[in-house]
């Protein structure tokens, strides 16, 4: 029995799926659950066979054998509009002479799985477990929910607008079941809300789930010894918040403005799309190899010009971008010494990808140590590295920023850039009034590549409009029986729906305009990314000036 999985692996044996004390290792065990539950009911079908189970997965240790392995292997739509893979003619021996999938077993794994006790009270023995699963299924029993931490990001919530367009809500059908909520509850802030809180599940057993009923002993308040606000005194922070039905922005405006001022003109915004996908673009690349695909990068002067000033994208299928996207980002920033900011650890990360495989490269790669060095410059070496080093230009990473100087009600505890900026438009003035002029992208306003007399603000029912929610559609010129792309949606609102974008340009087979079209798509995200980081910038700028 195999069980095919999108996953990758770097060691070879069933003893990669187990942890030094003997368990499923625990971001193996649904995939290991998933084969031992299949080996079973074929057991228990076959019993005169002995039945051995696998997991097919991705090695990251084997390299592609050829270029442009992954353009014979298209995704195409049939006559009857459903995706299929469509082989290419040309799919050759040498293309499959090292393959990138290998074949574990994983029947050791299995018996650890059988061994353990299953159910509510955990007094089920595997085989009973499946029974009593079968049984309410046959007859149709609902099973007691237990709500636990992972029901934060239950995939049956329904939206305002869902709900009333009589679209049930699975999250709070459990939850009334369980705690015997109703529909005011539920609009109560609740410990999902609080951030980096790690204590949920005791708290969902005991019932203390909504803020209001949170106290300081709960959350334990204690400092850092850092500027700014620890972990705990945010947490602590959003709860008192929450109970006094303060909605105000909570701004450390005196360290902020010490970090601020340690900043060096012009200041460089960057933000980058990446993918890693499972068969690899080019000879001698590994499966689920890292690939940077994009940028965008948005300058600020002292004097508070903004311009958008570069940006780089791939739409090539088959080409390995990595080389070619430092380069072009080397250019724009060895231009002078200013200060570069990221959202998050993504750039770092990639960044350090980048590097080791400009190390590792056996091919000629032209100005490589040129290279190397310019990624040290402006990075800190991750644990992985080999060697370890702290670049003179290091990112500044504006989450880290968020985290210790300033809190927004308005995000819910999130320190998503998502939530971050349409927070920070609601409540800062000054944006509002710069950003409901068509000035971004105007002759005489901020230098756009991708927009022309553009405003980012939008109100809807006294509220600024998420401007993500006001990217232009692809295919906007379409007639609306000419309408469609890939029998999908036709928007790109954030890095997961990008990054579908790019594989698809790169594993589908689609027309020069619908190419184009998710092209124009990518560079207006993109830019909007950095530009977000620019207006918050902006809004920190004005408040500490208040």
Excluded at 129 to 146: G, N, Q, R, S, T
Excluded at 288 to 308: L, N, P, R, T
Excluded at 337 to 358: D, K, M, P, V, W
Excluded at 427 to 456: C, D, H, M, V
């Amino acid at each position: 029995m195999i069980e095919v999985k999108a996953k990758s692996i770097e060691q070879k044996d069933e003893n990669a799926f187990i942890n030094s004390r003997g368990e499923i290792d625990s971001k193996w065990k649904p995939y290991i659950l998933d084969a031992a539950f299949q080996k079973y009911v074929l057991q228990q079908a076959k019993p005169e066979y002995c039945i051995s189970a696998f997991l097919m997965v991705a090695n990251k240790q084997s390299k592609c054998p050829t270029d442009g392995l992954n353009q014979k292997f298209k995704i195409v739509i049939n006559k009857e509009g459903r995706k299929q893979v469509k082989v290419s003619e040309n799919l050759s021996i040498q293309d499959l002479s090292n393959p990138i999938l290998c074949q574990i077993n994983v029947d050791k794994c299995c018996d650890i799985i059988y061994r353990q006790m299953y159910g509510i009270d955990g007094s089920l023995k595997f085989d009973e477990y499946v029974a009593m699963l079968a049984d309410h299924y046959k007859h149709d029993i609902k099973i007691l929910p237990i709500p636990s931490a992972a029901c934060a990001n239950c995939e049956f919530k329904a939206s305002d607008e869902e709900e009333k367009a009589d679209i049930k809500s699975g999250f709070k059908e459990c939850w009334k079941e369980f705690y015997s909520w109703n529909d005011d509850d539920f609009q109560q802030p609740n410990i999902f809300d609080i951030w980096n809180f790690r204590k949920k599940d005791d708290y969902l057993h005991s019932g203390c789930i909504k803020l209001s009923e949170i106290t300081e002993a709960d959350i334990i308040p204690k400092s850092d010894a850092k500027p700014g606000i620890s972990s705990s005194e945010r947490q602590w922070l959003q709860v008192q918040k929450a109970q006094t039905d303060d909605h105000s922005v909570w701004i450390d405006k005196e360290n902020l403005k010490r970090e601020m001022d340690s900043w060096v003109y012009p200041l460089h915004f960057i933000d980058f799309e990446t993918t890693m996908v499972a068969i690899p673009f080019n000879k001698g690349r590994h499966p689920y190899e890292g690939i940077a695909f994009q940028y965008s990068h948005h300058v600020v002067q002292k004097d508070g010009k903004i311009e958008h000033r570069g940006q780089y994208i791939n739409t090539t299928p088959g080409f390995f971008p990595n080389f070619e996207f430092i380069r072009h980002l080397e250019r724009e920033l060895s231009q002078d010494n200013g200060s570069i900011f990221r959202y998050a650890a993504h750039e770092n990360t990639f960044l350090n990808l980048i590097y080791t495989q400009l190390v590792d490269a056996t091919s000629e790669i032209p100005n490589k140590d040129e290279l190397c060095d310019f990624i040290r410059t402006i990075t800190h070496s991750i644990s992985r590295q080999n060697d370890q080093w702290v670049g003179e230009r290091n990112m500044i990473d504006m989450l880290e920023l968020v985290k210790r100087y300033y809190f927004d009600p308005a995000t819910k505890g999130s320190n998503s850039i998502k939530q971050v900026l349409p927070a920070m438009l609601n409540s800062s003035e000054y944006l509002q009034k710069k950003y409901s002029q068509p000035i971004y992208g105007a002759a005489n306003g901020i230098t756009s590549l991708n927009y022309k007399n553009w405003k980012w603000i939008e109100y809807e029912k006294g509220h600024v409009i998420d401007p993500y929610l006001l990217l232009p559609k692809m295919f906007g010129d379409l007639k609306k029986e000419e309408y469609f792309l890939l029998n999908e949606s036709d928007e790109i609102k954030n890095g997961g729906a990008a990054m579908t974008a790019y594989a698809k340009m790169q594993f589908e087979e689609m027309t020069d305009y619908e190419r184009a079209e998710i092209q124009k798509a990518l560079l207006k995200y993109c830019e909007l990314d950095t530009m977000a980081m620019v207006m918050i910038y902006e809004g920190w700028y004005d408040f500490i000036q208040l």
